[in-house]
């Protein structure tokens, strides 16, 4: 089966870091893109950005460029997304996802994982 | 940034209505459109991608269509587990984007 399952709710303080992670199963983790995007309390999708594991190549969104960072470690088939200082407007759901076609970037989303609550707050 | 406008933003419909959501792009986004269903605590689910091809599993009363800006989700005999919010997106470019949604109820 393929899916993707994503750590656990965390809680924290405003400039904390944070690393939450994503692990593929049941496919080729290396060779299909994987995106984050964010939903705040009681909002809409926001799309974040997208990773191609094989080369650690990104794509990120403007609104988010410079506020995170991608990565992805192959040898676990797990991607990353990680804050170095993080704000109370970080307060939402993260999801990752994967590009339904591998190696494609012209594809949408089609396996989701289950989410990561992140709360920040003093 | 390629700018997508989803409406209405809430609808209230009879179990077995046809209930139909349109997203319109800021520009020509060919047919790189995909809708995605979201439950209340849920992560999304593709439902069609390609504007009008439908994702395996999911169920025939869904259906897709639109080339270019306009863009129709169409659910024909709305069920009781249709319930959710309904999201449109592009990647036609960078940075894909997502409508602001479509809040489906059953009245």
């Known amino acids: 089966e393929v899916q993707l399952v994503q750590s656990g709710a965390e809680v924290k303080k405003p400039g904390e870091s944070l690393k939450i992670s994503c692990q593929g199963s049941?496919?080729?983790?290396?060779?299909?893109?994987i995106g984050w995007v964010r939903q705040m309390p009681g909002k809409g999708l926001e799309w974040m950005g997208i990773?191609?594991?094989?080369?650690?190549?990104?794509r990120y969104s403007p609104s988010f460029q410079g506020q995170v960072t991608f990565s992805a470690d192959r040898s676990t088939s797990t991607a990353y997304l990680q804050w170095s200082s993080l704000k109370a407007s970080d307060t939402a759901m993260y999801y990752c996802?994967?590009?339904?076609?591998?190696?494609?970037?012209?594809?949408?989303?089609?396996?989701w994982g289950q989410g990561t609550m992140v709360t920040v707050s003093s | 940034d390629t700018q997508m406008t989803q409406s209405p933003s809430s609808l209230s419909a009879s179990v077995g209505d046809r209930v139909s959501i349109t997203c319109r792009a800021n520009?020509?986004?060919?047919?790189?459109l995909s809708w995605y269903q979201q439950k209340p605590g849920k992560a999304p689910k593709l439902l069609i991608y390609?504007?009008?091809n439908l994702e395996t599993g999911v169920p025939s009363r869904f259906s897709g269509s639109g080339f270019g800006t306009d863009f129709i989700f169409t659910i024909n005999s709305l069920q009781p587990e249709d319930i959710a919010t309904y999201y449109c997106?592009?990647?036609?470019?960078?940075?894909?984007?997502f409508g602001q949604g479509t809040k489906v109820e059953i009245k």
């Open positions: 996802a994967r590009h339904r076609v591998d190696r494609a970037t012209v594809v949408p989303f089609d396996i």
């Open positions: 049941g496919y080729s983790f290396s060779t299909h893109w």
């Open positions: 990773m191609y594991p094989d080369n650690s190549e990104t």
């Open positions: 520009h020509d986004i060919r047919n790189y």
């Open positions: 390609g504007a009008s």
């Open positions: 997106q592009h990647y036609d470019n960078f940075p894909r984007t």
